[in-house]
């Protein structure tokens, strides 16, 4: 047997005397795998094979000395193991000097070895030693390989110190470094103050100039200025400053630097009192050749009043200041700053002119404008109303928002699933620790390699994953993979998503660590003495005024990162999430039994001629999942109601929720036009609907747990689509099963394939309605027996709309039935009569009828009523038969209570009640031409009989098309018996708001489709001749409706085509800015996917004329109907009405209605005594024209 075949038999043998042959190896070992890596199937480099031969050659030694021991062990009966040495054989007294192994072993000396002899044993020596001193040279080559490696590894040193471009500040730098008694660090700043940059050329200045404008920053430049400031927000400045002077010392790098870049690190420094730092920042803003503003020198003083430094230096920064142009007054009113930092600052400028003092605060500004001038007037009645839970209930429940609010997440008992234990709950169990675990490492190492990188100047994600802890983070990523549906999520909405929760965790954690909580829960309990039914204040004040009365304004929070760096964060964590989640092939298998899949899969597919990348779980996990049936649903803190009263909104950052940061003005994540209108509007401007959220905010809500009770029994059995509840997927129709013969004809299969994509489209569509309805019937179980509040902000027309969006007042009919106010009224003399009134309104069935027949009406059918609330699911089912079928029992058992009081004018009531406005749109446009036919049709002038507009239009058209049939018209004839009131209602409903002929004829064809006997071949002809027949009948009976939409929309063209958005006030104040620009795409590379994302919401680019003037027309009546809401809102808060709208649809208890009603009448006539569209004009000419004519 040969040497080599024996070593690949003895393999076992070989490794076993590894250990034995190599000394301090299992070191040498884990430094050779951190320097090359695993081993993989690819070609090796030169120097990895150089290294593998050695190591080849050091595993033939092995081996040799190996067959050397067997053959001792043939000759001697011992072996020395602990040494082993190639001795000599004995030389042969014959044979040729051939060597003929003994048969048996040979005796010899006591102790001493027999020593094997020949020319091969020679050769096997020199070898050995020739292999041994490769050995001693690899191990020398491993050694300093490691060292460089560990060398390579270690971090660098943070860099502080800049280099600078300007000669002059770079000596002056290298002098103060070098702390010569010429310059001492006091007075350094002051020398850089007084180093003014060389003259910069016309294309250097207007460089610089488009370098100082934020709002034209590259997208590289804004996640640079993201990385600096989500440094200071995860205390990294020492990172931050060194990446800085990474970049003002690369001449091309340099160019992305903005003033505010280097602003937010002097800040940091300034904060933690690091004059040095500060001082050095301070010069290479003067060496990049820009002028420090009010930010820097705030910065730089409020650093000095920390250290206490000389009054000389103080002295020298503030004339710097003074030659600038720049006002000491204004670091106090213009620099946002905390009260630390405005003390700081103070503590500075005192030392220098002790006699200075900051400006007083300015007192609060009262909002002038004339339709709010008893709003804030002082003299006259007011009853502002209060609610009617104790101080102690209240301070109670905003302890448990509170709680919920700082854990950001509500766990809620699902309402479908049963809590009996499974076995797939156990192993589902048991997978998730695995998973957390294997997420925990992920992102460690995904952590250490960005630092790694930002050690060596690139701005990388690492203080972004700071934002967070791990465990934190896990729990992030682990409530994503539980909400992902089987047919995956786009990586763009789950990254966004992902990106927008780890930033709003953050700034829940950040006012918990500053000890903001703690300010906020005094300030709120004495905030709720103005709230609290056992509490009185020395006088009225609306919840606003009281709050900002306790104290300063809150510092603005800090704004949420730019898109692009929330998008590549979310993808960062989806790839961990990817990467790191594994389960077995078969979860039932015992662990190591089988092979690990990833849960989630990264794939691409095509969703409206678009290829885009996709996260889709895997099937098996699916199984699992709906297998273990968990009974919990997880929601973000956010999106549940809140459990006490909101924070009133104060300014366009600060209101709503507690601790969770929300918008004033919602919009598409990324937009920033709106926010910047919002502060740079007048603060007493926006008054009106500060205030107008915050009492729509304040209103009491609980579940109606009777209503809830009949729900839940139909969505726990199979639904009910025609009552509005969704079946479950067991419901969805089945393709059909099967395949088809060889010979099916092509057109067959057509049919198949479209019966199979109807069969699917229905499926999706009945899952995502089915889980609308369980979101929104577990929070309702969830929040059965509590007092709950629902805080609201607005778009950008001004309409209002509650934050939490599964359970609110806005959703369907279902979703209204479930609610009611917490706070109840007796209903008086005539409550029940509007409730009556309110019952035959749901029905839909006396449209045209006056008040008192409708009174009539429900007097005629109160045996349905009652036997409706008594037995809703076995009776004669009466309620089923309304237009708003839930609403409509909710209002059935709440008379049946109200009837069967002994005295029903003390019945206390909690359903609202509603007066819906008459086609809202048309009222307006109406109202603003002054057309007295067509405000007649909207119910705006005085008649007997309620009008309704859309039959109106109806018989219009139906003069029309006798007219037309009688000359000869074939479709006008084929439409005889098919126009009616519904047939017209959404083209009239949606024209004022800017529908054009191709909306119209699409909506009154699907109305069409309806009729089981009308010709579908004529379908396209019939439609297209109604449209023209309800635009022709709308022109006639609102002749200046047409008139003002077409001003409007030649307006906005113009406008547009100048290159401007279309802006306009509100008579309310509140500055309005239509977001249609022309699409921009802009691409966040790297990591599984480069992202590739659409907006048209970017204010650099040029506007979309289509757009911007298809949208004026309804966004203005739209920002008019809102401006009518809130007057309405805001005169009955002042009066003591419970009030919450659903944009036109105003509520309140049944016994308020008349006052309501008095209220909104008044208000659309104050609101119309403006002169809107002149002012609007006005408007228009001085914004957009540079030469009024």
């Known amino acids: 047997m040969s040497v080599l075949r024996w070593g690949c038999g003895a393999g076992g043998l070989g490794r076993v005397l590894r250990s034995c042959g190599r000394r301090g190896l299992p070191a040498e070992e884990g430094t050779l795998g951190v320097g090359l890596g695993p081993r993989r199937s690819s070609s090796a480099s030169p120097r990895e094979q150089d290294l593998r031969k050695d190591w080849g050659h050091a595993e033939l030694l092995e081996v040799l000395e190996a067959r050397v021991r067997q053959l001792q062990a043939e000759s001697v009966s011992e072996v020395t193991v602990n040494k082993v040495d190639v001795a000599r054989l004995p030389e042969s007294g014959g044979g040729g000097g051939s060597f003929q192994p003994p048969r048996k072993a040979q005796v010899g000396a006591k102790g001493a070895a027999p020593q094997p002899s020949g020319r091969w044993a020679e050769k096997l020596d020199k070898e050995k030693q020739t292999l041994q001193k490769r050995k001693q040279q690899l191990e020398m080559k491993l050694q300093v390989q490691a060292q460089r ?41 002051a020398q850089a103050l007084q ?132 006002q000491l007054q204004d670091l106090f009113t213009a620099v946002p700053l905390s009260e630390e930092e405005r003390a700081a600052l103070l503590r500075a400028i005192v030392k220098v002119q002790p006699t200075f003092s900051p400006p007083p605060r300015s007192p609060p500004q009262v909002n002038t404008s004339v339709l709010l001038r008893e709003i804030y007037a002082k003299d006259g009645p007011v009853s502002y109303p209060k609610l009617h839970l104790p101080l102690k209930t209240l301070q109670g429940l905003f302890q448990q928002q509170l709680h919920m609010e700082l854990t950001t997440s509500v766990y809620v008992e699902s309402v479908e699933k049963a809590a009996v234990l499974t076995k797939e709950r156990k192993t589902l169990k048991n997978l998730r620790v695995q998973w957390e675990a294997a997420l925990h490492r992920a992102l460690q190492e995904t952590k250490a390699s960005l630092a790694r990188q930002a050690h060596k100047g690139r701005p990388t994600l690492y203080p972004f994953m700071c934002l967070l802890s791990e465990r934190e983070f896990v729990q992030l990523l682990m409530q994503t993979l539980q909400a992902l549906p089987a047919q995956g999520e786009s990586l763009v909405c789950v990254a966004q998503e992902l990106g927008r929760r780890a930033f709003s965790r953050h700034m829940v954690q950040k006012q918990q660590l500053n000890n903001q909580v703690q300010a906020l829960e005094q300030r709120y309990t004495q905030y709720l003495h103005l709230l609290a039914s056992d509490t009185q204040v020395a006088e009225p004040h609306l919840p606003r005024q009281y709050w900002e009365a306790l ?81 919990t649903l997880t929601f973000e803190t956010v999106d549940v109601p809140m459990l006490c009263p909101p924070l009133p909104w104060t300014s366009p950052h600060s209101g709503a929720f507690l601790l969770s940061p929300t918008k004033l003005m919602r919009s598409v994540e990324g937009t920033t036009q709106h926010q910047q209108l919002l502060e740079c509007c007048p603060p007493a401007e926006l008054h009106g609907a500060l205030d107008t959220l915050t009492q729509l905010g304040n209103c009491a809500w609980r579940v109606n747990g009777h209503v809830l009770d009949l729900v839940l029994e139909l969505f726990r059995d199979k639904g009910c689509s025609r009552l509005g509840v969704p079946p479950p997927p067991s419901e969805a129709p089945r393709p059909p099963e099967g395949r088809l013969p060889r010979d099916t004809p092509p057109a067959q299969k057509a049919e198949l394939r479209r019966e199979l994509a109807r069969c699917l489209k229905v499926a999706r569509e009945m899952h995502s309605l089915r889980t609308d309805a369980l979101y929104r019937l577990s929070l309702a179980q969830h929040l059965r027996h509590r ?91 009466w309620w089923m038969e309304a237009d708003e079928p839930w609403q409509a029992l909710a209002c059935c058992m709440e008379i049946a209570r109200a009837v069967r009081t002994p005295d029903p004018a003390t019945y206390i009531s909690h359903l609202p009640v509603h007066q819906d406005g008459s086609c809202n749109g048309l009222q307006h446009y109406a109202a603003l031409g002054r057309d007295s036919v067509g405000a007649a049709s909207v119910n705006l002038m ?98 200046s409706t047409r008139a003002i939409q077409h001003w409007l929309t030649e307006s906005a063209r113009l406008i547009s085509q100048a290159g401007s958005a279309v802006e306009w006030v509100t008579p309310l104040g509140i500055p309005v800015i239509q977001p249609y620009h022309q699409e921009a795409k802009f691409m966040v590379k790297g990591g599984i996917q480069s992202i590739t994302c659409s907006k048209a919401w970017d204010s650099s680019q040029k506007p979309n004329t289509q757009k911007q003037k298809n949208g004026f027309p309804p966004n203005f009546i739209h920002s008019l109907d809102s401006s009518h809401m809130m007057l309405t809102a805001l005169h009955c808060y002042r009066k003591g009405l419970t009030f919450v709208s659903v944009h036109d649809c105003f509520w309140t208890h049944a016994a308020d209605i008349a006052i309501m009603n008095q209220v909104c009448r008044e208000q659309f006539v104050r609101l119309h005594s403006q002169p809107i569209l002149q002012d609007l004009s006005a408007f228009l000419v001085k914004r957009f024209c540079s030469s009024p004519r």
């Open 551 to 631: 104290g300063p304004p809150e510092v603005p929070q800090e704004k949420s990162f730019p898109l692009p760096v929330l998008l590549q964060l979310g993808r960062q964590l989806a790839e961990v999430l990817v990467q790191a989640v594994q389960m077995p092939r078969s979860p039932a298998s015992p662990p190591g039994s089988c092979g690990l899949i990833p849960v989630l899969y990264h794939v691409y597919s095509f969703r409206s001629f678009r290829q885009i990348g996709i996260l889709k779980p895997h099937p098996a996990y699916m199984q699992l999942l709906a297998t273990a049936a968990e009974p």
């Open 149 to 189: 490696l560990s060398q390579k590894l270690k971090p660098k040193p943070l860099k502080m110190e800049p280099q600078l471009v300007r000669r002059q500040l770079a000596d002056s730098l290298q002098c103060w470094a070098q702390g010569t008694p010429e310059s001492p660090s006091e007075e350094q700043l």
């Open 942 to 1039: 005085p008649l007997d009989l309620p009008q309704d507009v859309y039959s109106g239009v109806a018989a219009q058209v139906e003069v029309f098309r006798r007219q037309d049939a009688d000359q000869g018209l074939q479709v006008a004839q084929v439409l005889e018996g098919f126009i009616n009131r519904k047939v017209v209602k959404q083209t009239v409903m949606t024209v004022v708001y800017g529908v054009t002929r191709y909306g119209g004829r699409l909506q009154i064809e699907k109305r069409l489709r309806e009729f089981s006997d009308f010709p579908q071949d004529l379908l396209w002809e019939a439609s297209n001749y109604l449209v023209r027949q309800v635009f022709n009948s709308l022109q006639e009976m609102f002749s």
């Open 787 to 877: 007092i709950f509040w629902l805080p609201h902000n607005m778009d950008f027309r001004g309409r209002t709309y509650p934050c939490p969006p599964h359970f609110n007042h806005l959703g369907s009919d279902l979703a209204r039935a479930l609610l009611e106010f917490a706070e109840g009224r007796p209903l008086g003399p005539h409550g029940l009569d509007w409730l009556k009134i309110h019952l035959v309104n749901l029905t839909g069935l006396k449209k045209r009828e006056s008040l008192r027949a409708r009174l009539a009406f429900a007097n005629e059918v109160m045996e349905d009523i009652l036997d409706s609330a008594d037995q809703p699911l076995a009776g004669r089912k």
């Open 195 to 326: 180093k003014v940059p060389q003259k910069l050329s016309p294309k250097e200045e207007q460089a610089l100039a488009d370098r100082e404008v934020e709002a034209q920053l590259t997208g590289q430049q804004q996640k640079l200025l993201a990385f600096f400031e989500c440094c200071l927000l995860t205390d990294n400045l020492r990172l931050a400053h060194h990446v800085l002077v990474a970049h003002h010392g690369n001449p091309h790098k340099q160019q992305l630097l903005t003033l505010a870049m280097y602003n937010t690190i002097m800040l940091g420094w300034a904060r933690q009192g690091s004059f040095k730092e500060l001082v050095y920042v301070f010069i290479m803003v003067k060496d990049a050749g820009f002028s420090p503003d009010l930010l820097s020198y705030a910065a730089a003083l409020q650093c000095m009043g920390r250290l206490d430094q000389h009054a000389r230096t103080i002295q020298r920064c503030l004339e710097q200041m003074a030659q600038d142009g720049l």
